[in-house]
């Protein structure tokens, strides 16, 4: 794949056929999803978003064992996230119900920790060595440095330099932990250098795949090669254009030069959307071809009960207001009219009609910002509006500012363990008892660092967000303090959204990756946040500008039937109000799809207003 010019394109909706019943699992798929299942190894899935990219991958597998009696055990699959992870779980378990193995699904590190628990030795740790949590990494950190702010800026540091990254393993080694980003270096490194080893997984696990190869990076890419070997068992599945992690060291490189790196491979492309109105396709199509990674790149609309009936608002529309408290104000009124009225002062006010109560639930929708900095207006409101909503990043839960200080609170009344392999990738249940061990002992340490502090503390703001951020997981996890604490280090922030939580989501551009919602508000559609322009930075190269455009991609298509852009005129941005306006992104999008402009709506007059009584 290559950088090219793919303008213009415009798609066409095409239902898939039906395919013939046949007896095989893989009845009901559609042909390109068809192919993709039944293809030879080494194979690459190119799967735009919404073409069900997780259902080939499962379909994959449940067709190899139960049409071709391959053992479920000898099945590896990689997600990047635990929530992915546990859905292939969930779903391989109701397509092959009556295994005596199950496929192995976990993360890249979830993958690390297993390969060091069982081959500890071989990189001298203990049999129960521990992961480190941030708490224990800046402790760490100090020891090393002699202080506080020292340690800090070592930890900083850490990605960048390879001096202060080993001088910190070293130092955590010696006390038997691993931190999280050892968790793939590690075995990587191990698995390079003992060739017998390397070879003893490959014949355990001979068939390999890989969710989202598009964010792979070179370390984990040198730990998916020794286990994959010439890959003749290895199944890739991803999209170039949805590559937004080079931040963190992903090379969407990797993608690209699958076929070089695995003679013989298959690609197959799915293009068919399920998920998305049609507008929201053609608007998501035209906003990547400017530097879209896939050639002659297309999408087929599928889900026609989202197509815009005549009369109705568009699926897409773009609103500017004069700044981002307007724009919030405006977000806020938008959510509580598409919701027939949240509440009494809404119907009273005229904001909402009430007619379309009942037909979308707050958890339908979500906000998407470019940086958490956007959320603080946004959040706010909501919050005068009377409408809960739920907040994550992308970061890593244990990096979340006031989990660290939970951690440790929580570590005076129990000493920390780790869990073993198994507890690991055990699913999660949502129905375990309020009551357990975990939850009990989380808002033990919520209430007792806010009473140490004094509820004026500004850290106690912090302190209560992660309280609420962990008690989804704290739930799940009930007793098992021991797999509470690894999840903690194994996950990130959208790993904790609670499905039952009956609320707006609030994510950034980068969380958002892997969800859909009914209504996807895209807030800061601006100059300065897309593409993201730092204060005093140099300009943007073209590859960043690139990525930023993928952001933009991800962030569209993860609407199904209502898409709502905005963006302010003016935006304070570091302590100074500075101009704003439209990204130069939006000019490759037919402003005939945004339909005509959204201003603030009007009060109703009195004689129009619902009766309470």
């Given at each position: 794949l ?7 394109i415009s798609p066409t909706t095409a239902?898939a056929?039906?395919?013939p019943?046949?007896?095989s699992?893989l009845?009901?798929?559609d ?8 293809a030879p190894?080494p194979l690459l899935?190119?799967a ?7 259902r080939?991958l499962?379909?994959?597998i449940a067709?190899q064992?139960?049409d071709?009696?391959s053992?479920?055990g000898s ?15 969930d779903r ?5 119900p ?5 496929p ?7 993958l690390?920790l297993r390969?060091?628990r069982?081959h500890h030795?071989?990189v001298?740790?203990p ?11 800046l402790?760490?950190?100090?020891e090393?440095t002699?202080s506080d702010?020292?340690a800090?800026?070592l ?10 990254s080993q001088?910190l393993?070293q130092?955590?080694a010696?006390?038997d932990l691993?931190?999280f980003?050892?968790?793939?270096e590690?075995?990587?490194?191990l698995?390079s250098?003992n060739?017998?080893l390397?070879a003893?997984?490959r014949a ?8 989202e ?9 040198t ?19 949805q ?6 060291g992903?090379?969407?490189?990797i ?8 003679s013989?491979a298959?690609?197959v ?17 035209q906003?990547?071809?400017p ?6 790149r ?22 500017e ?14 959510i509580?009219?598409?919701l027939?009225g949240?509440?009494f ?6 904001r909402?009609?009430g007619?379309a109560h009942?037909?979308l ?5 979500a906000?998407?910002?470019r940086t ?7 959040g706010?409101a ?5 409408l809960p909503?739920?907040?994550?990043s992308?970061d890593?839960l244990?990096?979340?500012a ?6 440790r ?6 000493p920390?363990?780790l869990?073993t ?10 129905d375990?008892?309020a ?6 002992q989380?808002r033990?340490?919520?209430q007792?660092?806010a ?10 703001v912090d302190i209560?967000?992660a ?5 989804p997981?704290?739930r ?12 903690l280090?194994l996950?990130a ?10 609320a707006i989501?609030?994510l950034t551009?980068h969380?958002a990756?892997?969800?859909e919602f009914?209504?996807v ?8 946040l897309?593409?993201?322009r730092?204060?005093?930075s140099?300009?943007?190269?073209e ?5 930023e455009?993928r952001l933009?991609?991800?962030?569209l ?9 905005s963006?302010?005129a003016r935006?304070?941005?570091?302590g ?8 130069p992104?939006?000019?490759a ?6 339909g ?6 009007p ?8 009766r309470?009584?």
């Amino acid at each position: 794949l290559s950088l090219h010019d793919a303008l213009p394109i415009s798609p066409t909706t095409a239902p898939a056929p039906p395919s013939p019943a046949t007896g095989s699992v893989l009845d009901g798929l559609d042909p390109d999803q068809h192919a993709a299942a039944v293809a030879p190894g080494p194979l690459l899935i190119i799967a735009g978003p919404g073409t069900g990219k997780t259902r080939t991958l499962t379909y994959r597998i449940a067709h190899q064992i139960l049409d071709h009696g391959s053992p479920a055990g000898s099945f590896l699959a990689i997600t990047f996230t635990r929530r992915a992870a546990q859905e292939m779980r969930d779903r391989l378990a109701v397509l092959c119900p009556s295994q005596n193995d199950e496929p192995t699904v976990t993360t890249f590190h979830g993958l690390g920790l297993r390969i060091l628990r069982e081959h500890h030795a071989g990189v001298g740790l203990p049999a129960q060595f521990a992961v480190a949590d941030e708490a224990t990494r800046l402790a760490a950190a100090t020891e090393l440095t002699g202080s506080d702010r020292d340690a800090r800026k070592l930890l900083a540091a850490v990605p960048e330099d390879p001096d202060a990254s080993q001088a910190l393993r070293q130092h955590l080694a010696a006390r038997d932990l691993v931190d999280f980003d050892s968790l793939v270096e590690i075995p990587a490194a191990l698995l390079s250098e003992n060739l017998a080893l390397a070879a003893g997984l490959r014949a355990r696990w001979p068939r390999v795949s890989v969710d989202e190869y598009q964010d792979i990076d070179p370390v984990q890419y040198t730990l998916l090669r020794a286990i994959a070997g010439d890959g003749t068992g290895l199944t890739a599945i991803g999209d170039p254009d949805q590559s937004i992690y080079g931040f963190r060291g992903a090379d969407v490189g990797i993608f690209a030069r699958f076929a070089a790196d695995f003679s013989g491979a298959t690609t197959v492309e799915l293009s068919r959307n399920y998920r998305s109105a049609p507008a929201i396709v053609t608007a998501a199509l035209q906003a990547i071809a400017p530097t879209t990674l896939v050639p002659a790149r297309k999408a087929q609309p599928a889900n026609h009960a989202a197509a815009q009936a005549p009369g109705q608002d568009p699926a897409v529309t773009l609103h500017e207001a004069p700044d981002e408290h307007a724009e919030a104000a405006w977000i806020a009124a938008t959510i509580d009219q598409l919701l027939g009225g949240a509440s009494f002062h809404s119907l009273d006010s005229g904001r909402a009609d009430g007619h379309a109560h009942g037909k979308l639930g707050l958890a339908d929708i979500a906000v998407l910002y470019r940086t958490d900095a956007q959320a603080t207006s946004l959040g706010q409101a909501l919050t005068r509006a009377g409408l809960p909503y739920q907040k994550r990043s992308h970061d890593l839960l244990a990096r979340r500012a006031g989990v660290p200080d939970i951690i440790r609170e929580m570590r005076l009344e129990t000493p920390a363990r780790l869990d073993t392999p198994a507890s690991l990738d055990t699913p999660a249940s949502l129905d375990t008892p309020a009551s357990g061990d975990a939850l009990q002992q989380l808002r033990a340490a919520v209430q007792a660092l806010a009473a140490a502090r004094g509820e004026r503390d500004a850290t106690v703001v912090d302190i209560r967000a992660a309280g609420e951020l962990l008690t989804p997981l704290a739930r799940r996890c009930g007793p098992d303090l021991d797999r509470f604490r690894t999840e903690l280090s194994l996950g990130a922030e959208p790993d904790a959204l609670d499905p039952r939580a009956e609320a707006i989501t609030l994510l950034t551009l980068h969380a958002a990756k892997g969800l859909e919602f009914d209504v996807v508000f895209l807030a800061g559609c601006e100059k300065g946040l897309l593409p993201l322009r730092l204060p005093g930075s140099a300009e943007t190269n073209e590859g960043d500008v690139a990525e930023e455009r993928r952001l933009l991609f991800v962030a569209l298509t993860r609407a199904r039937a209502k898409l709502l852009l905005s963006c302010a005129a003016r935006r304070t941005r570091y302590g100074s109000d500075q101009a704003a306006g439209r990204s130069p992104f939006l000019s490759a999008i037919d402003p005939k799809l945004f339909g005509p402009p959204t201003p603030s709506r009007p009060r109703k007059p009195a004689d129009r207003q619902l009766r309470l009584l």
